[in-house]
C-alpha cells in the first residue's frame, strides 16, 4: 500500500478545536485533491492543487483550509467553523496535463469528533 | 457544476449472473467517466474508465457503455464472483480535476 498515505487513520477530537490531516505521496504527481464521503452521499471534494504553492476550493471547502508547499504533501485542516466535521476523508493525487487522468487515493482518515 | 444520479442505490445478484449499474450525468461538456470500486474499509480503486470519444470499453468481465446523446453511461459486471462485492462509484469531469461522484451503488454476489 505504498505511493499515496494518509494518517492517521482514526482521529478523535472534541467540538471546537481544529485538527490536520496528513496526506503524502511518493507517486511524483502534480496534482492532489482532499474528498469527504459520508454514508449514502458518495465522495465530495473539498479542495484540490494542480502544483505546489496553488490550491483550488472545490465543492464544499467551507471550514477547511488546506496548504500545498512540497509536491508531496497536502495537509488538510478541519477547523472548528466546520459544522459537521465527523466524516472520512480520503486523499488522491494524479499527473496533470491536459486531458484527465486517473486519481490515486489513500487508504483514508476516519474523523470523529464529539 | 457537473451532477451525477447513479442507480440502483443497491444491488443483488446471483453468482455468476450479470450486474448493470446506470449513471447520468448534466454536463455535457465532460468527457471522462471512471468507474471506481470500493470495498469495505478501504479506498477506491480505478477498475475501468472511459472517454468520450468512445462508446464502449471492456476489461475481461468488466465493461463500460458511453451514450453521450443520452448523458448516461453504465457498468456490466458479468459472471459475477463474490470478491465483485463491494460498493461501485461512477463519476464525469471535463477539467480532469474536478471529479464529481455518483452516490455508490452497494453490489452483493449471492452464493
Known amino acids: 500500500d505504498g505511493g499515496i498515505t494518509q494518517s492517521p487513520k482514526y482521529l478523535f477530537r472534541k467540538e471546537g478545536q481544529n485538527v490536520t490531516l496528513s496526506c503524502e505521496q511518493n507517486?511524483?504527481?502534480?496534482?492532489m485533491y482532499w474528498y469527504r464521503q459520508d454514508p449514502g452521499q458518495g465522495l465530495r471534494l473539498i479542495y484540490y492543487?494542480?502544483?505546489?504553492?496553488?490550491?483550488q476550493k472545490g465543492d464544499i471547502a467551507e471550514g477547511y483550509s488546506v496548504s500545498r508547499e512540497k509536491k508531496e504533501s497536502f495537509p488538510l485542516t478541519v477547523t472548528s467553523a466546520q459544522k459537521n466535521p465527523t466524516a472520512f476523508y480520503l486523499c488522491a493525487s494524479s499527473t496533470s496535463g491536459g486531458a484527465p487522468y486517473e486519481q490515486y487515493f489513500g487508504p483514508g482518515t476516519r474523523l470523529t469528533v464529539t | 457544476g457537473e451532477n451525477v444520479e447513479q442507480h440502483p442505490s443497491t444491488l443483488s445478484v446471483q453468482e455468476g449472473d450479470s450486474a448493470v449499474i446506470k449513471c447520468t450525468y448534466s454536463?455535457?461538456?465532460?468527457?471522462?467517466f471512471p468507474w471506481y470500486k470500493q470495498e469495505l474499509g478501504k479506498r477506491p480503486q480505478l477498475i475501468i474508465d472511459i472517454r468520450s470519444n468512445v462508446g464502449e470499453k471492456k476489461d475481461q468481465r468488466i465493461a463500460v457503455t458511453l451514450n453521450k446523446t443520452a448523458k448516461h453511461f453504465s457498468l456490466h459486471i458479468t459472471e459475477t464472483q463474490p470478491e465483485d462485492s463491494a460498493v461501485y462509484f461512477c463519476a464525469a469531469t471535463y477539467l480532469g480535476y474536478k471529479l464529481s461522484f455518483g452516490a455508490g451503488t452497494t453490489v452483493t454476489v449471492r452464493a
Open positions: 454536463d455535457s461538456a465532460s468527457n471522462y
Open positions: 507517486l511524483n504527481h502534480d496534482a
Open positions: 492543487s494542480q502544483i505546489v504553492n496553488d490550491f
